[in-house]
């Protein structure tokens, strides 16, 4: 993309778009995202409803991934990703998971991104649930495609589902595997106590001690939630150069508590934000991040602009970690994702 003042005859314009005085900005950036969760939208699971996060996995989650097929992968990204074009946003970090067609499904995604046309960083959730390091290949085998080709719409991250489900051998393999290939990992942790018990139960450790045992973080990573961190771990997000995505409306709809992001943000964490499959609309995310930070520290004054600089500004810094192509920014060298959202405002500017 080429900004500014441009010379005459420099370049031959196939299209001109008159922009007719609205907002030309860079196309946004969704985290932390699951496109197959689609087809849970209006989805009622049988039987009493759950009252925790675990039965929410047991109930739906982990019932919904393993009933879909191949079919089912490709229209539920097509569904999200074609809503995501209409709200802005060019870029999405997916986790995906479908045991039951897994092999090939980050094709199956890849290939919608292609038809639409945005830009898609992939992962497939590995975990002990069906099978005991179900799927790393999965990961490993879409992980050397993106590396060769010539393209880089596409990226990879090695995707993992969250400690409470991974165990000690699997971890060690998918921090094998994914060191070897010099690609960055996408986990969530602490997003409910069930994950910090089950880990300290089983390994006596809190759940960033246990990922830094592995060799798990660094400036690659993308630890998603964290709500329950406690301060050490903050720190040793911002020490490692760790990135942390927020999912404000995902936790409230899973009845969840609030993720410390001013807490972190003060201490220098790397925070992003993602809509974790509610949807794929990111200025509402980012309006429901400030509302839900002011109602938990019942403080009018915080949190919006901390929301849309994380919206625009640590979203991009993420995203051009995980891309070889920059984006995010109007400015000569980044991808030219460029978005004209139809604002007129209230009041004269």
Request: negative net charge.
């Amino acid at each position: 993309m080429d900004v500014g003042k441009i010379p005459e005859g420099k370049y031959t314009a196939d299209k001109t778009i008159d922009a007719n005085g609205n907002v030309v900005m860079p196309g946004l950036i969704n985290a932390h995202h699951h496109l197959y969760s689609t087809f849970a939208r209006g989805f009622s699971p049988p039987g009493e409803p759950a009252t925790n996060f675990q039965e929410i996995l047991e109930k739906l989650w982990w019932k919904l991934d393993l009933a879909l097929n191949e079919e089912d992968v490709y229209y539920s990204a097509l569904i999200a990703i074609m809503h995501a074009a209409r709200a802005g946003c060019t870029t999405i970090i997916d986790h995906h998971a479908s045991p039951s067609c897994a092999d090939g499904s980050l094709d199956l995604i890849e290939e919608v991104f292609r038809e639409v046309g945005l830009s898609g960083c992939l992962c497939y959730e590995v975990s002990d649930r069906n099978k005991k390091g179900e799927r790393i290949e999965e990961n490993e085998r879409f992980a050397k495609k993106c590396e060769a080709s010539d393209d880089h719409q596409m990226s990879a991250l090695f995707g993992m589902h969250a400690l409470m489900t991974l165990g000690t051998e699997t971890l060690e393999r998918c921090a094998d595997v994914g060191h070897g290939l010099g690609i960055g990992f996408h986990v969530h942790v602490a997003e409910s106590e069930d994950d910090l018990q089950v880990t300290f139960k089983k390994y006596q450790r809190r759940v960033m001690d246990r990922f830094l045992e592995f060799g798990l973080l660094g400036e690659k990573p993308i630890f998603v939630h964290g709500i329950h961190f406690e301060a050490r771990e903050m720190d040793l997000l911002k020490s490692s150069d760790s990135m942390l995505v927020n999912n404000p409306e995902s936790n409230m709809n899973n009845g969840l508590s609030v993720t410390p992001i001013l807490e972190m943000l003060q201490r220098g964490v790397t925070v992003g934000l993602g809509t974790d499959g509610m949807s794929s609309h990111m200025i509402s995310q980012a309006r429901a991040m400030y509302l839900l930070q002011r109602t938990y520290r019942r403080d009018p004054r915080v949190a919006f602009v901390e929301s849309a600089e994380i919206l625009l500004k640590n979203n991009r810094k993420i995203c051009n970690r995980v891309f070889k192509e920059p984006r995010g920014l109007l400015e000569r060298g980044y991808l030219a994702d460029i978005i004209i959202p139809e604002y007129v405002p209230f009041t004269p500017p």
